[in-house]
């Protein structure tokens, strides 16, 4: 998802999120039948209920995050005074990074490429790895995603690199504005202080003038 359009395209729905918004009930229910077919046996009541539950905190922990990542792509747009490619590129991509690469993935604990000694191992590790993945899906939903530590941390950082940006703008204008001004006044006293010089000249040439005049009369 290099834009944000590429996962939300208000225009004709074609997103990323705009799909999973159309189609996740479908899946969820595609998948519960596959759960109920799969473990449909009387000795399999345990986990089929674990994988239910899972399916139910999985489709509860997307339809939160989903908008929770548009509101928060809104929220940081509108306040920071930053561009949408740096949001999202120094955002949202990273607090998607972090929640699933950082905090869910290492939980799974299914090496890859790894040999196990019989398939009961290998099915074990992956069950281990499921369980710890939901436990971690709860925890999110528990804290709330805005309140986790993955996620403050991932907040805190973007805020250091970019808070105050919108104000650093607005003073920056306020003192360009200031600057011009007092250009502007600059110019008008030196302008004033002409005229004044003109005024103050002219009026002594007419004093001279006058006094001339004066003594000339005092004279005849």
Same mark, same amino acid.
């Given at each position: 998802m ?23 009930r479908?899946?969820?229910r ?27 905190r ?12 548009d ?39 299914t ?11 290998? &099915?074990? /590790?992956? *069950?281990?790895?499921?369980? +710890?993945?939901? %436990? ?5 939903? #528990?804290?709330?995603? @805005? ?17 105050g ?19 502007? &006044?600059? /110019?008008? *006293?030196?302008?004033?202080? +002409?005229?004044? %010089? ?5 009026? #002594?040439?007419?004093? @001279? ?12």
């Open positions: 290099p834009t944000y359009k590429s996962r939300r395209c208000r225009s004709d729905s074609s997103g990323l999120a705009d799909v999973i918004d159309k189609d996740l479908n899946v969820e595609d998948v519960s039948d596959i759960i109920k077919i799969q473990y449909a046996g009387s000795e399999c009541v345990e986990i089929r209920e674990f994988a239910m539950s899972m399916l139910r999985s489709a509860e922990f997307i339809r939160k995050f989903v908008p929770w990542v509101d928060t792509y809104a929220q940081e747009l509108n306040k920071g005074g930053n561009t949408p490619e740096d949001v999202w590129c120094w955002l949202i991509t990273r607090v998607i990074r972090a929640i699933f690469e950082e905090y869910l993935a290492p939980m799974r604990s090496p890859i490429n790894s040999g196990f000694r019989d398939s009961g191992r290998e &099915l074990s /590790t992956m *069950i281990w790895g499921a369980a +710890k993945t939901n %436990a971690g899906v709860e925890q999110l939903l #528990k804290q709330s995603l @805005k309140d986790h530590p993955i996620v403050q941390g991932v907040f805190t950082q973007w805020l250091v690199g970019h808070s940006r919108k104000e650093a703008d607005m003073a920056l204008e306020v003192a360009a504005k200031a600057t011009k001004e007092l250009a502007t &006044l600059r /110019t008008l *006293i030196s302008d004033l202080l +002409k005229a004044v %010089a003109v005024a103050d000249k002219t009026a #002594k040439e007419a004093k @001279k003038t006058a006094d001339r005049l004066r003594n000339n009369r005092s004279s005849s």
